[in-house]
């Protein structure tokens, strides 16, 4: 709390001359005629008309500028009336922000993320899918690390030998792992779902993470 005189005036209060105290407690200023060691408390400073009491000013800013009604041509008021006119847009720009982010994360969790598969024992190799409601299969002809990682989803898998897949998908992985180079002999593609059902039971797990080491000659579905 500080306090400051900033001039002689005549106490509504009393009617008496006397020292012009403004108060302030935080942001907050409150006006005071001292006469003496007897204080008369007149009000808020936004609401006391100075210039209606004050015969002799002895500093034009009362604590640190705050500015009182009449004074300053009523500016403490004009700021309020912008704070009130900027409080309502700024709330509403918010709320509207609000639902957006929430929209947002809400469409993610539904549409899913992509799987992040990482394949190779050094993890060089690596294959992003963003569609998680398809089924996908990675064949090597050399031993493998595979991990299998999603972002708000989960997955199932299942690892079974070359010779029980389709053979509408061993056509499908000689025809690709032809167009790659001998020393990346991995195949990774998206199968139709209809052309492995006999497979779909053998299907495990709710997995957000999967890892495993898939030998030559066997196959992981995902």
Not at 92 to 113: D, H, K, N, R
Not at 132 to 155: D, E, G, H, Q
Not at 211 to 219: D, L
Request: include cysteine; hydrophobic fraction near 45%.
């Amino acid at each position: 709390m500080s306090a400051r005189s900033i001039g002689r005036g005549i106490c509504p209060r009393c009617g008496r001359e006397g020292s012009v105290i403004v108060k302030r407690i935080g942001d907050q200023g409150y006006v005071y005629v001292k006469h003496g060691k007897v204080w008369h408390y007149i009000g808020p400073l936004e609401r006391v008309d100075l210039q209606s009491i004050l015969i002799e000013h002895t500093t034009p800013l009362p604590l640190n500028g705050l500015q009182a009604k009449g004074a300053s041509g009523g500016s403490m008021d004009n700021a309020r009336s912008l704070s009130k006119a900027l409080a309502l847009p700024l709330g509403i720009a918010l709320m509207v922000l609000g639902v957006v982010m929430a929209t947002v994360v809400v469409a993610i969790m539904v549409i899913g993320a992509p799987y992040k598969v990482v394949i190779g024992a050094d993890g060089v190799t690596k294959y992003v899918v963003n569609n998680t409601n398809a089924v996908y299969l990675f064949y090597s002809l050399t031993p493998a690390n595979v991990t299998v990682s999603t972002i708000y989803a989960s997955l199932k898998a299942t690892i079974i030998p070359y010779s029980s897949l389709p053979t509408s998908l061993k056509a499908m992985l000689t025809h690709v792992l032809s167009r790659v180079p001998q020393a990346n002999s991995v195949a990774f593609l998206q199968v139709n779902i209809t052309s492995i059902e006999a497979l779909l039971p053998s299907f495990m797990g709710n997995y957000t993470t999967f890892k495993a080491m898939i030998p030559p000659n066997e196959a992981l579905l995902i």
